[in-house]
C-alpha cells in the first residue's frame, strides 16, 4: 500500500474558502481519478501564526497507479488550485509505502 501525502499549509485570509473547496471538490476529484481508494484530511496541531496546516493521505495499491495519477491528472488537478489560492497556499507532496500496521486489542472506551 502506499500512501501520496500531500502537506498544504494555508493562509487564514482564505482557509475557509479552501477548506470547503477541498472537501466538497478537490478531494472528491483526485478521488475520482480511479487511481486513490481511500483518502484522509487531517489537521497538524502545531500553533502558526497567520495560517493552519493539513495533510491529506490518499491511499493507492501501486506505485504504478501513483504514476499514472502524476502524469494523466495532476498537473490539472494543481492548477485549479493555484489559481483559486496562489502564494496563500504552499504544498510539498512526500511518498509512503506501509511496511506494516498493528492494532490495538484493547477497545478504547
Not at 6 to 20: A, F, G, L
Not at 101 to 108: D, L, P, Q
Amino acid at each position: 500500500m502506499i500512501i501520496y501525502n500531500v502537506t498544504i499549509n494555508i493562509e487564514n485570509s482564505v482557509h475557509d474558502k479552501w477548506m470547503q473547496w477541498m472537501q466538497t471538490k478537490h478531494i472528491s476529484d483526485v478521488l475520482a481519478t480511479g487511481k486513490f481508494s481511500t483518502a484522509r484530511m487531517v489537521k497538524v496541531l502545531v500553533e502558526e501564526e497567520g495560517s493552519v496546516t493539513y495533510s491529506i493521505q490518499y491511499v493507492t495499491d501501486s506505485k504504478e497507479k501513483l504514476k499514472s495519477y502524476y502524469t494523466d491528472d495532476a498537473p490539472r488537478l494543481r492548477q485549479e488550485g493555484l489559481q483559486l489560492f496562489g502564494d496563500k497556499m504552499l504544498a510539498f507532496r512526500t511518498e509512503l509505502e506501509v511496511i506494516s500496521e498493528h492494532f490495538s486489542e484493547v477497545t478504547m472506551q
